[in-house]
DNA sequence: CTGGTTTAACTACAGCTGTAGTGAGAGGAC
DNA sequence: GTCCTCTCACTACAGCTGTAGTTAAACCAG
């Protein structure tokens, strides 16, 4: 259970733009880049050449893979949601909390003012979490 | 209580170096350039002129501001420590969660694994900050 | 006064990001 | 076969970041 896998530990950081089109991969491997151009459309409103020069670079960055399919490609993400969440995550908390993260919990907490049933959900979250042999 | 300062919300992101000054000054300001450089030197090995190029960037932004003081400036932080975190995260969750506040909690409640004694912590934070107005 | 030390100002430069233009090759409409 | 269209590759360029070098002004030691 508690493998700490140091493997795959993604060196990457995503920028806000990335992660828009990251998020379209991962709901949906692979896509054409046409798919993707069409998808972001409705609200960002990219010129296709800047989503086709960022699938180049997340290609580079080794974020998204290709494949060739007949004259075009197929990207697909090529490392999981998880593990960029989890980068972004503790970059983030590094950067702004100097890597505490109860500082970071009580601070979110406290901005959301949760609803007494979501206090409870997260109650309970924190109970399937805890570990027991920590002190 | 609730005043919900729409006033002076950040406009700025600061880089993780930024960061890093940005939190000397909040511990103190205000205070010299070669203070910073050393309270610096330490842990980072900035060379004096690169702090004072960051300096010199987070007054344009106003991060920061100088009071001369002979023949050097005194830096202060120009905004709050709290309103920055504030801007920081929101654009964390904004990114790598779509802005969906329950997701983050959950995430860093399962990755963190606390103890026992943290999460009776973390509910009676929850229970305090408990919205009952709320649904 | 004169030269060394410190501060501050300006300049440099590479890498990343956002945003796109241009050109070349491949496929389909006629 | 010829031309239009789409995809991809390459190029461009400005703004931000990390990191510093250079220059000029100012102050202190002698």
New interface residues.
């Given amino acids: 259970m508690s493998r700490n896998k140091q493997k795959g530990r993604p060196n990457v950081a995503l920028s806000?733009q990335e992660?828009k089109l990251m998020?379209l991969l991962w709901e949906k491997s692979p896509q054409p880049a046409y798919d993707l151009i069409e998808a972001l459309a409705p609200r960002e409103k990219w010129h296709p050449n800047t989503v086709r020069t960022m699938l180049a670079r997340l290609l580079q960055k080794r974020v998204v893979r290709a494949e060739r399919y007949k004259n075009l490609y197929l990207y697909s993400a090529a490392l999981s949601r998880e593990d960029l969440?989890?980068a972004?995550?503790s970059?983030?908390l590094?950067?702004?909390?100097?890597g505490a993260?109860?500082p970071?919990?009580?601070?979110?907490?406290?901005?959301?003012?949760?609803?007494?049933?979501?206090?409870e959900?997260?109650?309970r979250?924190?109970?399937e979490?805890?570990?027991?042999s920590?002190?």
């Fill in positions: 806000p992660w998020t969440v989890n972004e995550s970059s983030f590094e950067r702004v909390f100097g993260l109860r970071a919990l009580i601070h979110f907490v406290k901005k959301q003012r949760l609803s007494p049933e979501e206090v959900e997260m109650k979250i924190l109970d979490n805890s570990d027991p920590k002190s």
